[in-house]
């Protein structure tokens, strides 16, 4: 817990914060601490993070019976790919391991909005920027594993 405070912390404090009245800063908190729960999980973290991801996002899309086994594999793939990243950036305490991480989050929301089609990417980022504009409680949770479109932008603004 120590370590994920003075994470949050480190966070928090290079440059992240200093705009958008901490928005981004809050993101990124989410997503580590998303990443954490599905770590706590051990061997059925990966499991988890798939399950949990797939359906957030079936809600919306509604992913057709061929999409269904590629949206497992994306999602079984992102989470085998965050964990060391995660890990190294938890021990750490390094910027650039923290940097890293959110660069890699934000090519994995890019790599899942490929494989959508167009109907289900607009379906998606209407839900998503819906949330940004109306309802703080849902856009919070949802961008903890995923990015609106504003939020998007602003992380590829900075990072």
Known sequence: MKKLSFLLLLI?????????????SKSVEAKVMMMQQFVHKGDKGEEAFWQTKGKVTYQIVNY???????FKQLFISQYQELLPIYNKMISSYDEKDTN???????RQ?????????????????????????NDEKNRDAYNSLFFSDWLL????KRF
Not at 153 to 156: G, L, P
């Open 153 to 156: 932008s602003e992380y590829k």
């Open 100 to 106: 890293y991480f959110v660069h890699v989050l934000i």
């Open 109 to 133: 929301e890019e790599d899942y909005r490929k494989l959508l089609t167009p109907e289900q990417l607009a379906k998606y980022r209407e839900k998503l920027d819906w949330f940004e504009k």
């Open 12 to 24: 928090s404090t290079f440059g992240v914060a200093q705009s958008n009245d901490g928005r981004i």
């Open 64 to 70: 057709t019976a061929e999409q269904n086994p590629q």
